[in-house]
């Protein structure tokens, strides 16, 4: 097999001849990868888009809107809060912020938060937690950046333990 290395608008691309195997095939299979600086800027993309989302969910809960924190998962997002249970969707899991406003929890906040890229369109967050009324671990949140640029969570993990 040869290799011949090529740069096709920013993205590095290798185009590795393989020889016809059957008519109509292609001659050659092309792998791409993204440059240093087009991961650069995908990585601050995905980091802004982030950081934006989690304190958008944060100021809607600091400020009751259980709405705005349903807001900030997919369609489809999965829940799990320990001991409470497993919530699906933006409408379990906005039932469940409602609740949780309602019975007076308020002003939570992030104690340590560390993010982790996954590919160049998710990022996991880490973190504990603590509110008014309780505290606890963030074991998973799984952002993912949308169409549009901006970031929501297709899974959330997180417990309180006090």
């Not at 393989?18 to 001659?27: F, N, P």
């Not at 505290?135 to 993990?157: F, M, S, Y």
Request: charged content about 20%; glycine content about 8%.
């Amino acid at each position: 097999m040869t290799t011949l290395p090529a740069n096709v608008g920013g993205v590095f691309c290798v185009f590795a001849v393989t020889g016809r195997k059957r008519s109509g095939e292609s001659l050659f299979d092309v792998y791409c990868y993204l440059t240093k600086e087009e991961v650069m800027k995908t990585n601050h993309v995905l980091l802004a888009a982030v950081q934006a989302a989690s304190e958008n969910w944060k100021n809607a809960f600091n400020s009751g809107d259980a709405a705005g924190c349903a807001a900030q998962y997919e369609a489809n997002a999965v829940m799990h809060a320990r001991p409470f249970g497993t919530f699906t969707g933006t409408e379990e899991i906005q039932a469940f912020w409602t609740k949780l406003i309602a019975d007076g929890f308020s002003d939570v906040e992030y104690i340590e938060p560390k993010l982790e890229m996954v590919d160049e369109t998710s990022m996991l967050l880490t973190s504990g937690w603590k509110m008014n009324n309780a505290h606890g671990v963030i074991h998973r949140e799984l952002w993912v950046l949308q169409d549009d640029g901006t970031a929501k969570l297709r899974e959330d993990d997180f417990e309180a333990q006090g």
